[in-house]
């Protein structure tokens, strides 16, 4: 029993460890490709995604962090909103699930996650959580 909670604990564990570098995420606007500003991107989709380790980094005089996230933001103007996704720059200090844009349009929402290609929807990281809450029921159910 204590085996096989271990092993549940493990391979739990291991659902969310994630690399430090070399994360990849989708990066689309959907000014461009209609399918961005979709809930959920398909894994068959043709959406371009990019090893974050190679994308040019914003010009800015704050100090940048390495890349560990993907995010999902949606912005608005007078125009009408644009939903995009890409790699997520984040300066020394940043608080969690804050996104700054480069242009005047206002941030409805941000969705920052760890992990290759989490942006593809806004719930990716409660989808893992909840997996794992089920393997570790799952397993309990087993050793009884």
């Given amino acids: 029993m204590l085996k096989q909670m ?4 493990l391979i739990s564990l291991l659902c969310f460890m994630h690399s430090a570098t070399a994360i990849k995420c989708y990066q689309c606007k959907s000014l461009t490709d209609p399918n961005c500003a979709k809930d959920n991107i398909d894994g068959n ?6 090893d ?3 994308v040019a980094k914003p010009n800015t005089m704050e100090q940048l962090q390495a890349v560990t996230k993907c995010n999902k933001v949606v912005t608005s103007d007078r125009a009408g909103v644009i939903v995009s996704r890409d790699c997520h720059f984040e300066t020394v ?5 804050v996104c700054t844009v480069t242009h005047s349009r206002q941030v409805e929402s941000c969705y920052t996650c760890k992990g290759d290609l989490c942006n593809a929807s806004g719930a990716a990281r409660f989808m893992a959580v ?3 809450a089920l393997l570790a029921v799952f397993a309990m159910q087993m050793t009884l």
């Fill in 6 to 9: 271990c092993a549940i604990l």
């Fill in 45 to 50: 989709s043709n959406i371009r995604q990019v």
């Fill in 52 to 54: 974050c380790d190679n």
């Fill in 93 to 97: 200090g940043q608080k969690d699930n």
């Fill in 130 to 132: 909840g997996f794992a």
